[in-house]
């Protein structure tokens, strides 16, 4: 069984930081990789931040250079931190890990709100 549990969401205004943790638990298997996505109202849900075991990773063009993804491989966590927020981030984030090289396995997600 496995299961993603996101934490660190908020309210935060305009410029200010938040930090997004996912943690997986799982009895057997290996991580592969993780990835944060991101759904606002309306809006389909879009990739944000993407990273590898070996911690490769790729970001959407509009969080480069605000927003960092990493991983703890020995705590089964991947984190997201984000500085220079704008209200444009406000959404639903989830964390998503492949599990076993063949399934994605995806959190509850955990709110972001930024105000103006």
């Known amino acids: 069984q496995v299961q993603l549990v996101e934490s660190g969401g908020g309210l935060v205004q305009a410029g200010g930081s938040l930090r997004l943790s996912c943690v997986v638990s799982?009895?057997?298997?290996?991580?592969?990789?993780m990835a944060w996505h991101r759904q606002a109202p309306g809006k389909q849900r879009e990739l944000v931040a993407a990273i590898t075991r070996g911690s490769i990773t790729n970001y959407v063009d509009s969080v480069k250079g605000r927003f960092t993804i990493s991983r703890d491989n020995a705590k089964n966590t991947v984190y997201l931190q984000m500085n220079s927020l704008k209200p444009e981030d406000t959404a639903v984030y989830y964390c998503?890990?492949?599990?076993?090289?063949?399934?994605?396995?995806w959190g509850q997600g955990t709110q972001v709100t930024v105000s103006s």
């Open positions: 998503k890990a492949v599990i076993n090289g063949i399934r994605d396995y």
């Open positions: 799982l009895k057997f298997g290996s991580i592969g990789p």
